[in-house]
C-alpha cells in the first residue's frame, strides 16, 4: 500500500542510514541495525517488567500469552522474521510504534510470554499496511511459528485495540527513530563499562575492584 511513503527527504538522512532503514551504496546487505536496536530494548523492557511482576503480582493474560516462553532469543526471532518475511527494515519501526499503541490502549506490558507473538503480528500489520508487497497470513504464520487460526486471531485483536489506527505520519516515524537511536545510546553507554569489566576479569581471577565503582555509577 505504502501509505507512510518514506524517502530520504521526508526523514532525517542521517538517522536513516544509521537504522539501516537505507542502505548506503552498493555492497554486502547486512542485517539492518534498527533489528539489533529493537531486539535490545524488547529484551529490556521484559526484564523490567518481569521483575516488577515478581514484586507487584502483575498478571497480564491476553490472546498474545503463550503457555511457555519460546526458546528463541528475541534477536534471532527477528531476525528470522526479517529473513523470511522479506519486509522493508521500515516496517520494524512502524510495528514498534503499534505494539507501543497497542500496550498503551489494553494496559498490557510485555514479558516473555506475550512478546514474540505481539512481534509477528505487529510486522505482518505493519507490512500489509505499509509495503508494496506482502505474504498472506498462512506463511507468517509459518515464520512466526504459529498456526494460521492463532495468527487470524490475534490479527483481529491487535487491529480492534488499535481501532484500525494504523496511518504512522512522517514526523512520528521520524520522532520514533530519534526515540530508538536515544535509547540504544544510552544502552551501549551502559554496556561499555560492563563489558570493561568482563575483559579486566579475563586478564585475572582476582577482583578488580575498579570495575565497582564504574558500573555503579553507570
Same mark, same amino acid.
Given at each position: 500500500?505504502?501509505?507512510?511513503?518514506?524517502?530520504?527527504?521526508?526523514?532525517?538522512?542521517? &538517522?536513516?542510514?544509521?537504522?539501516?532503514?537505507?542502505?548506503?551504496?552498493?555492497?554486502?546487505?547486512?542485517?539492518?541495525?534498527?533489528?539489533? &536496536?529493537?531486539?535490545?530494548?524488547?529484551?529490556?523492557?521484559?526484564?523490567?517488567?518481569?521483575?516488577?511482576?515478581?514484586?507487584?503480582?502483575?498478571?497480564?493474560?491476553?490472546?498474545?500469552?503463550?503457555?511457555?516462553?519460546?526458546?528463541?532469543?528475541?534477536?534471532?526471532?527477528?531476525?528470522? &522474521?526479517?529473513?523470511?518475511?522479506?519486509?522493508?527494515?521500515?516496517?520494524? %519501526?512502524?510495528?514498534?510504534?503499534?505494539?507501543?499503541?497497542?500496550?498503551?490502549?489494553?494496559?498490557?506490558?510485555?514479558?516473555?510470554?506475550? %512478546?514474540?507473538?505481539?512481534?509477528?503480528?505487529?510486522?505482518?500489520?505493519?507490512?500489509?499496511?505499509?509495503?508494496?508487497?506482502?505474504?498472506?497470513?498462512?506463511?507468517?504464520?509459518?515464520?512466526?511459528?504459529?498456526?494460521?487460526?492463532?495468527?487470524?486471531?490475534?490479527?483481529?485483536?491487535?487491529?480492534?485495540?488499535?481501532?484500525?489506527?494504523?496511518?504512522?505520519?512522517?514526523?512520528?516515524?521520524?520522532?520514533?527513530?530519534?526515540?530508538?537511536?536515544?535509547?540504544?545510546?544510552?544502552?551501549?553507554? &551502559?554496556?561499555?563499562?560492563?563489558?570493561?569489566?568482563?575483559?579486566?576479569?579475563?586478564?585475572?581471577?582476582?577482583?578488580?575492584?575498579?570495575?565497582?565503582?564504574?558500573?555503579?555509577?553507570?
Amino acid at each position: 500500500m505504502g501509505t507512510l511513503a518514506l524517502t530520504t527527504e521526508s526523514v532525517d538522512i542521517d &538517522i536513516y542510514f544509521t537504522l539501516g532503514l537505507k542502505r548506503s551504496g552498493k555492497g554486502v546487505v547486512r542485517s539492518p541495525k534498527i533489528l539489533s &536496536i529493537v531486539s535490545t530494548l524488547l529484551e529490556r523492557s521484559v526484564q523490567k517488567n518481569e521483575m516488577l511482576s515478581e514484586t507487584m503480582q502483575i498478571k497480564d493474560i491476553t490472546i498474545f500469552h503463550g503457555l511457555r516462553a519460546p526458546t528463541i532469543t528475541i534477536q534471532q526471532y527477528i531476525d528470522r &522474521i526479517f529473513k523470511y518475511a522479506a519486509c522493508s527494515p521500515s516496517c520494524f %519501526v512502524v510495528a514498534q510504534i503499534y505494539v507501543d499503541r497497542y500496550l498503551r490502549q489494553a494496559d498490557v506490558h510485555l514479558t516473555s510470554l506475550n %512478546v514474540h507473538r505481539l512481534l509477528i503480528t505487529s510486522v505482518m500489520v505493519a507490512a500489509k499496511f505499509n509495503d508494496d508487497a506482502y505474504f498472506n497470513n498462512a506463511y507468517y504464520a509459518r515464520v512466526g511459528g504459529v498456526t494460521t487460526a492463532e495468527l487470524n486471531r490475534m490479527e483481529v485483536k491487535f487491529l480492534f485495540s488499535l481501532d484500525f489506527r494504523l496511518q504512522v505520519n512522517v514526523q512520528t516515524f521520524q520522532s520514533f527513530c530519534f526515540q530508538l537511536q536515544k535509547e540504544a545510546a544510552e544502552v551501549h553507554q &551502559i554496556e561499555r563499562p560492563i563489558q570493561a569489566c568482563k575483559v579486566k576479569e579475563n586478564w585475572s581471577n582476582k577482583g578488580d575492584s575498579a570495575c565497582v565503582p564504574t558500573i555503579a555509577q553507570s
